[in-house]
């Protein structure tokens, strides 16, 4: 599987032999590619095999999967739409998708995607795109279908893949944090924002508890879905209102703030480390720019995991602060 | 191995929380994440009806993953 970054000449010459592509870049460059397999989406911050985490505004990262896309679709799907994207193209091995940052859908998808029909019933890989970070506020996050050469800013893309025979596939994470021994968190209900909180079952202020507590917003809020992590991250505290976050709380779901880690690097590489799968079998993966902000990846590399950096990251559902990867195995 | 039918008792045993296992398949962890706190709240037949409903067809669906072979061996043996 080949993942690197590339001129856009080089995208061009694959886009016109017919290899199928997941690419992330500058919205200019991505504009300048021809009609044809692929989708993307807009971020200038990637994890390279050469040069590790890194800003490139002159080149693209391509995630070539060609040899495990026997035929693939393309659909731009709406916050009215998006619901079918479990149902649609049935018998597809596994659907790609990217959602832009601070959109509809990536409201809707957040919120709603765990409730989608038949969750679950292939997997779902792929990412929020983003913007410099200098940029934030001015430009606005984009994905494009490659079949029509179009772009979006409200709407998500998906690539349908249907794989070869005597190929199967697998979404993997790595999340470095685990719940800490804190207080249990619950929330009344679903959302991006919360103002109060019950703490072990008494309401308080979000905010105030936050602040009292002196907890690190850099850790984020932590679900254990049986066993596996999921991640809210802190986006922003307003004392005495609203705190802000990169995901939804759900109501029902039990949250902690994370067990601090004393080396936001060092626990990452462990991480990489521990749960690494076989190399050869990641066809994709990507991290959050939470990651490479914190564990300061610029210039770090994350081998076997390469990718775009992204505003958050999806495996079945929104996840913050994690890798998320594609495992491509044969049967 | 295949997967076992619905009306398997283990299915039901694990969105009630009375069997756990250390599972690896993620869209699976992810629907029990929700399922067995909603059984938990509310343990009417219909709710353990459609958690396993669920759960079954996750699995029935992505049989072909060696996560869920793997998680099919430590459930049911």
Not at chain 1, 88 to 116: K, L, M, Q, T
Not at chain 2, 21 to 45: C, D, N, Q
């Amino acid at each position: 599987m080949q993942q690197n970054t590339f001129s856009i000449a080089e995208v061009e010459k694959a886009i016109k032999d017919g290899r199928t592509l997941l690419i992330a870049g500058e919205e200019a460059l991505l504009q300048a590619l021809p009609q044809g397999k692929w989708v993307g989406g807009t971020i200038p911050y990637f994890v390279s095999p050469d040069k590790g985490g890194e800003v490139n505004k002159e080149q693209v990262f391509v995630t070539d999967i060609s040899e495990v896309a026997a035929s693939i679709t393309v659909g731009v799907y709406t916050q009215d739409t998006l619901g079918k994207v479990y149902t649609d193209e049935d018998g597809c091995g596994f659907s790609f998708i990217i959602v832009p940052a601070a959109s509809e859908v990536h409201a809707s998808f957040a919120v709603n995607g765990p409730n989608y029909k038949d969750f679950g019933s292939r997997p779902l890989i792929g990412w929020v795109s983003g913007v410099h970070l200098d940029d934030l506020g001015k430009v606005t996050p984009k994905v494009f279908d490659g079949i029509t050469g179009k772009s979006f800013e409200q709407e998500a893309v998906v690539m349908h893949v249907m794989l070869p025979a005597g190929k199967s596939v697998d979404v993997g994470i790595i999340n470095l944090f685990e719940q800490g021994e804190g207080d249990v968190l619950t929330f009344a209900t679903d959302g991006f924002a919360a103002t109060e909180v019950m703490v072990n079952g008494v309401k308080e202020n979000f905010a105030d508890y936050i602040t009292k507590n002196n907890l690190d917003t850099k850790l984020p809020l932590v679900a254990d879905y049986y066993g596996a992590m999921v991640n809210i991250s802190f986006q922003s505290v307003e004392p005495g209102g609203e705190v802000k976050l990169y995901a939804p709380v759900f109501s029902g779901i039990r949250y902690k703030h994370a067990q601090a880690v004393s080396n936001y690097g060092e626990a990452f590489s462990d991480q990489l480390k521990k749960n690494s799968p076989d190399a050869n079998s990641v066809a994709f993966s990507c991290n959050c720019i939470l990651n490479y902000l914190y564990s300061g990846l610029e210039g770090n590399k994350t081998d076997p995991f390469v990718g775009p950096v992204t505003f958050g990251e999806i495996a079945y559902q929104l996840l913050n602060q994690t890798l998320v990867y594609l495992e491509v195995h044969d049967n | 191995m295949s997967v076992p039918p619905k009306n398997n008792p283990i299915w039901a045993d694990i969105v009630t929380g009375r069997k756990t296992f250390t599972l690896k398949f993620l869209a699976a962890k992810i629907l029990l994440g929700r399922v067995v706190r909603t059984v938990s709240a509310s343990p009417t037949a219909a709710n353990v009806n459609d958690a396993v409903a669920q759960l079954h067809a996750v699995y029935e669906k992505n049989a072909g993953s060696p996560s869920v072979k793997e998680d099919l061996k430590v459930i049911f043996g």
